[in-house]
Structures are given as structure tokens and as C-alpha cells.
């Protein structure tokens, strides 16, 4: 059996990896880069219980689980540690007095961090020791027989397997003009990653910051085992370009999460800065990914829509889709609460006229 992955984010590498432990071919096809959009640019933290009490609960749990597991399991150093977890925050000495301090959010026991980028990187690498392939090519259509997926088009050439998963974090998109599928939006955030040196404290920070417009941000701070120091801010409502290569910062917007992290933290003001950068999260209308078979065509199925939970939601994701598609149900996780068919199907004709 041959599975076609669309798309080398964080989701495609996991169901990749999953798969090819049980001796199946995989081809990921990747347009930009392994890891190009949020899978290398998000914070990478993990909790094991901030998704209680909604659908998202046993993924999340189940997830938290494999990413202690995938650490031991796997050759390759992506930066896995347990974290102490704030909120607010002054007490930390590495945040300035100006943060208020508020509480404590989660232990080493609840909290973890990975480097995404290096996570994704090191799923694909094993999946690649178990016989997968990653193939750079832009996927803009599927090959149907008898109402069944038999393969996609890649730069005008068709590539044939026995199934197809859609995980093209916001682009899958694309993929309601070739598939009945609902909407999937791209929200935009802005990071900033400086080199903070070695022995930055294993803690991660959710602060509320007022900027000198009034306007309330909420940065996430995570200093990384490399020596770097990772912040998240500042959303948008820019408009996703189809070609994952042009995604930039909006103007001014790197600026001003500078200027915020200066104000928060003195080591933060005295780094130089590694990476400016921005990236898109997957969002569905009703918040929930959409991981399951696509209605009405066999050998079809989709995994995206992730939102602000993909880097920790991919290892249950991958675990559970490779059971779907090779034993017909999901085991691990109940993905009922995730399937497409829950959502009204997008139609791009019906927009564009
Ligand atoms: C600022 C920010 C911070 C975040 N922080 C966290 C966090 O701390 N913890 C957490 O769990 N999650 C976090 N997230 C969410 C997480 O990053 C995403 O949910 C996750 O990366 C989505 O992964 P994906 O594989 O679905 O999509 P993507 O990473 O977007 O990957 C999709 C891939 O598909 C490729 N592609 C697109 N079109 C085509 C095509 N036609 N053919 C072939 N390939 C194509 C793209 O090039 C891309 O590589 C954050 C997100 C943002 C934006």
C-alpha cells in the first residue's frame, strides 16, 4: 500500500512517521520546505491538560503521552523538556518588574516544550529510516477512478497511491476545488526569536502587556535549550498568500514585538535578534481540527485545522490516521468529534461567482 502525505508540516511528518513503523510506503509532498510555515516558526509548548473539558481532551492527553515517548524513542535532539509554566509574572528574574505577576500555570509535570522545526524534522528523518520518501512538489489536484482517490497531481505529473491525506496546515484549503471539504482558514502570528546564550531557565511565560497605544498584547515567552529565546504576539487578519514561500511580517509588526519584549525582559533587550518571522495557524469554523475520511470519496482523508495545538496534537494525530487508514478505525483516539463531515462543505466556484 502507498500513501501520498500533501503537505511537510508538523501533521503530514507525523502521520508519516506512524505509518511507515507499520512497514507501509509513504511519499510526502512538500512545496516549500519541510516545516516551512508554523511547524518551524510556533512556540512548540505542550500541556498536557489545558484542552480538559473539550473534545480536545483525550488528543491532547494522548499526545502529551507520545512526545515523552517519541524523545526516547527517536535518535536526534529537538530541544524536549518538562517546564515550569507562569502566568502575569515578576517573580521570574529574567522578566522585568513591569509584568504582573499573577500565577502559576503548569509544573514539569503538566508542561513541555519541543523546537518545532527540529521536531518535524526528526519525525520525517525516522519515517525516512522506515522507507519513506519527502518529495519537493507543489500537490493542485487529485486522480479519482470510480469515485475513489487514486493518486494527486504534482507540478503536472501524476503521482498514484492507494491513498491520500490532506495536510496542508491553511493551504488545504486548495483542496475544497478538488475535494468536498469544509473551510480552512489561516490566522496570522508574529514571532521573534533571540539569542538569549545557554542555561536559559527551563519556564515558559504567558504575560499581559499594555503597549504605549493602549492596546493589550499577550506574549508567550519560551527560552529554548539551544540558547535562544522564542516570543509570540501580535496577530492578524492578513489575507494568506497562496504560495507558503511569501509569507511575511506585516509592516511595522516586528517592530513593535521587539519594542514589547525589550519592556518585558532586560536579557531580551540586550540580545541580538535570531529570526523576525511570521506564520499562519489552520483554524475551522466551529475551532476543532478536522482529522478523519473525507465524505463521498473513498481513500480520501484530511488532517488539518489544528489552530494553536498543532505541535502538540501531532503525534496522537499521526498515530491515529496511519489506524484509520490501515485498519479502517481509529483506536487510540475517538475521532469522531473531528470529522469533516461535521462541517458544510466549502465551494470555491460558488464564492468566486
Ligand atoms: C505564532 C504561532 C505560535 C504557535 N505556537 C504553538 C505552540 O506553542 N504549541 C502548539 O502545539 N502549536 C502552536 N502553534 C500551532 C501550530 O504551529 C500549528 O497548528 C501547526 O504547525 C500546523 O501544522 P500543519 O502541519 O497542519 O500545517 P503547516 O505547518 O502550515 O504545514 C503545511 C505544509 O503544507 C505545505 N503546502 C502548502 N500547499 C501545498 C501544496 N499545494 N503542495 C504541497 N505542499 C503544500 C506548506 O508548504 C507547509 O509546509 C502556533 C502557531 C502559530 C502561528
Not at 503536472?156 to 496546515?169: T, Y
Not at 536579557?267 to 465524505?295: E, F, K, S
Request: proline fraction near 7%; aromatic fraction near 6%; charged fraction near 20%.
Amino acid at each position: 500500500m502507498r500513501v501520498l502525505i500533501c503537505g511537510g508540516g508538523v501533521i503530514g511528518a507525523a502521520v508519516a512517521y506512524f505509518l511507515s513503523r507499520r512497514g507501509i510506503e509513504v511519499i510526502v509532498i512538500e512545496r516549500t520546505g519541510l516545516a516551512c510555515a508554523a511547524s518551524g516558526k510556533s512556540g512548540g509548548f505542550l500541556a498536557l491538560d489545558w484542552c480538559d473539558g473539550s473534545p480536545l481532551q483525550a488528543l491532547a492527553r494522548r499526545s502529551f503521552a507520545l512526545h515523552a515517548e517519541l524523545a526516547r524513542q527517536i535518535d536526534g535532539d529537538w530541544g524536549y523538556r518538562r517546564l515550569d509554566t507562569y502566568g502575569g509574572i515578576a517573580a521570574i528574574d529574567w522578566l522585568s518588574p513591569q509584568a504582573r505577576r499573577q500565577r502559576r500555570l503548569g509544573s514539569t509535570d503538566s508542561t513541555a516544550q519541543v523546537h518545532p522545526g527540529a521536531f518535524t524534522a526528526a519525525l520525517m528523518q525516522a519515517a525516512t529510516a522506515h522507507g519513506a520518501v519527502l518529495r519537493a512538489g507543489t500537490v493542485d489536484g487529485l486522480v479519482r477512478e470510480d469515485g475513489a482517490a487514486r493518486g494527486v497531481v504534482v507540478d503536472d505529473a501524476v503521482v498514484s497511491g492507494d491513498a491520500v491525506l490532506i495536510a496542508m496546515g491553511p493551504w488545504s484549503i486548495l483542496a475544497t476545488q478538488w475535494l468536498p471539504l469544509p473551510a480552512v482558514f489561516g490566522l496570522k502570528g508574529h514571532s521573534v526569536v533571540f539569542e538569549t546564550g545557554a542555561g536559559g531557565p527551563a519556564h515558559a511565560a504567558f504575560v499581559d502587556i499594555e503597549e504605549p497605544s493602549g492596546d493589550v498584547q499577550s506574549p508567550e515567552l519560551f527560552p529554548r535549550p539551544d540558547g535562544t529565546t522564542y516570543v509570540c504576539a501580535i496577530s492578524s487578519e492578513a489575507p494568506l498568500p497562496v504560495d507558503p514561500a511569501a509569507v511575511a511580517p506585516d509592516p511595522g509588526a516586528i517592530d513593535r514585538l521587539t519594542a514589547i519584549c525589550r519592556q518585558l525582559s532586560p536579557a531580551l533587550g540586550r540580545a541580538p535578534v535570531q529570526a523576525r518571522q511570521a506564520c499562519y495557524r489552520p483554524v475551522t469554523r466551529d475551532g476543532l481540527p478536522l482529522i478523519g475520511a473525507i465524505p463521498g470519496v473513498a481513500n480520501a482523508y484530511i488532517a488539518t485545522g489544528h489552530s494553536v495545538w498543532g505541535i502538540l496534537n501531532a503525534p496522537a494525530t499521526g498515530e491515529a490516521m496511519a489506524e484509520l487508514i490501515l485498519d479502517g478505525a481509529a483506536r487510540t483516539v475517538d475521532l469522531r468529534p473531528f470529522a469533516p463531515g461535521r462541517l458544510p462543505t466549502f465551494d470555491p466556484v460558488r464564492l468566486r461567482a
